[in-house]
């Protein structure tokens, strides 16, 4: 922290918006065929976000696809996967669902075992449809989508956020499954959290949600340790869920070992989920965001 510190000092916000720039203008490293491809373009919410081919998620064939060509237009989710605080694939960072592709979230929700999602948008912001209403919201509801069912069982509401319990069945194995829905209620796009307290209370009630069903898994799971990726997903899936992604990231490896970096976090993260962080006041954030919780840690003097 203290080093952090000095950086920040040595930058200023300039410095730290003028790194931000350095970042933007490195091109992401691979191809972006299969989002560009015409039959999926329906299925991106923004034509100018895309997914990179090389760590998209690939939904799983179906037995009725097994004709490739088919296959092919049916395995494509705008979802990547990113890898976290030595974790890899900790985060699926994805778009806000679109009507048309809601069956695709929670086949991918189902295939890729996600236990936790983590939405950073409202469902909509002044008249703006941000993200469809790709679960049933009121408790007791439920909707079915392609071949999932979901159940609201419980919410719980909270000043800055809302934890849905849902339960999934899969119509066509019978078989089901208890997801968490954390919804962050104050942050808009292209801008930054009223309150980095309000966020990183959130990342903690994410990340004890997240380890206690892992816990609770035991010896089922047989994936990583820290359990299956957690699903993250905005309006675009680049700004906020970055922002988010790049917080925890930085927070864990600042507990760990008591260092961090930035820079080289976001990064590394553009080259997995393209365009990752979209403005420098996001970015900054991150500096700022990870600067407040180290003074409320006590890991600095609160008059910095
Ligand atoms: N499997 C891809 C999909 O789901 O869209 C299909 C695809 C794969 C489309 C490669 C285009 C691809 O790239 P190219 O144009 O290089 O064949
Ligand atoms: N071109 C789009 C637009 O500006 O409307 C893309 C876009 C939308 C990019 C939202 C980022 C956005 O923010 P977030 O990733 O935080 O949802």
């Not at 976290?84 to 069956?103: D, F, H, S, V």
């Not at 002044?126 to 993200?131: A, L, W």
């Not at 808009?188 to 994410?206: C, H, K, N, Q, R």
């Not at 976001?266 to 600067?291: E, G, H, K, W």
Request: aromatic share 10%; hydrophobic share 30%.
């Amino acid at each position: 922290p203290q080093e952090l510190l000095a950086h920040l000092g040595r930058l200023q916000r300039s410095g730290i918006h003028q790194e931000y720039e350095e970042l933007r203008k490195e091109t992401p490293p691979g191809t972006f065929h299969c989002a560009q491809a015409a039959y999926n373009q329906e299925k991106n919410r923004y034509g100018d976000v895309l997914c990179l081919d090389q760590t998209r998620v690939r939904l799983k064939p179906r037995r009725n696809e097994v004709n490739s060509f088919n296959q092919q237009r049916s395995d494509y989710i705008n979802a990547s996967f990113m890898d976290g605080y030595k974790q890899k694939n900790a985060y699926i960072g994805t778009q806000g669902p679109l009507e048309r592709t809601y069956g695709d979230f929670w086949r991918m929700v189902w295939e890729q075992n996600v236990l936790v999602i983590v939405m950073t948008t409202r469902t909509d912001e002044g008249s703006r449809r941000k993200c469809g209403q790709y679960w049933p919201l009121e408790e007791g509801g439920q909707e079915v989508y392609g071949h999932m069912a979901v159940v609201n069982q419980r919410v719980d509401h909270h000043t800055h956020y809302n934890h849905t319990t849902l339960e999934l069945h899969n119509t066509e194995t019978c078989e089901q499954r208890q997801v968490s829905h954390f919804q962050y209620l104050s942050w808009p796009d292209y801008g930054v959290p009223t309150s980095a307290v309000t966020l990183i209370e959130f990342l903690g009630a994410v990340k004890r949600q997240q380890r206690k069903v892992v816990k609770a898994l035991g010896p089922q799971w047989t994936g990583h340790p820290l359990g299956p990726p957690m699903v993250v997903h905005c309006s675009a899936g680049i700004g906020r869920t970055g922002t988010f992604c790049a917080l925890d990231i930085c927070l864990s490896q600042l507990q760990d070992v008591g260092s961090l970096n930035v820079c080289q976090t976001v990064r590394r993260m553009r080259t997995q989920r393209a365009f990752s962080i979209q403005t420098p006041d996001q970015y900054y954030f991150c500096y700022n965001a990870i600067l407040e919780h180290a003074q409320r840690q006590g890991l600095l003097p609160s008059n910095q």
